[in-house]
Nanobody
Framework: QVQLVESGGGLVQAGGSLRLSCAAS????????MGWFRQAPGKEREFVAA????????YYADSVKGRFTISRDNAKNTVYLQMIALKPEDTAVYYC????????????????????WGQGTQVTVSS
């Protein structure tokens, strides 16, 4: 099993940037695919980005392509989400997710494909 703790959320003006971190417990972090989802008030949780075990493959929702970058540091058991050019519509609680299945076999945009979740961190973008 793995436990996930997100950090780095906060209040930022439109056009600003934030970097979210997700620290994972466990010795086998490098064998987990990692992802980020977000949930805005009154909306369903949606896929944001995902990264494969070693980090060679990354995937993004169309709404964040070119603005968000997912990365991981397996030595630090941490996955990051660098967000730039933030928009008010990026306001949401951001969740880190993990799963041991090979990412190529996962319907990564489906939250039910991910078995482990963090508690979330709030990102608020003011206009």
């Amino acid at each position: 099993q793995v436990q996930l703790v997100e950090s780095g959320g906060g209040l930022v003006q439109a056009g600003g940037s934030l970097r979210l971190s997700c620290a994972a417990s466990g010795r086998t972090f490098s064998s987990y695919a990692m992802g980020w989802f977000r949930q805005a008030p009154g909306k369903e949780r949606e896929f944001v980005a995902a990264i494969s075990w070693i980090g060679g493959n990354t995937y993004y929702a169309d709404s964040v392509k070119g603005r968000f970058t997912i990365s991981r540091d397996n030595a630090k058991n941490t996955v990051y989400l660098q967000m730039i050019a933030l928009k008010p519509e990026d306001t949401a609680v951001y969740y880190c997710a993990a799963d041991r299945k090979p990412i190529a076999t996962m319907p990564i945009m489906d939250e039910s494909a991910w078995n482990y979740w963090g508690q979330g961190t709030q990102v608020t973008v003011s206009s």
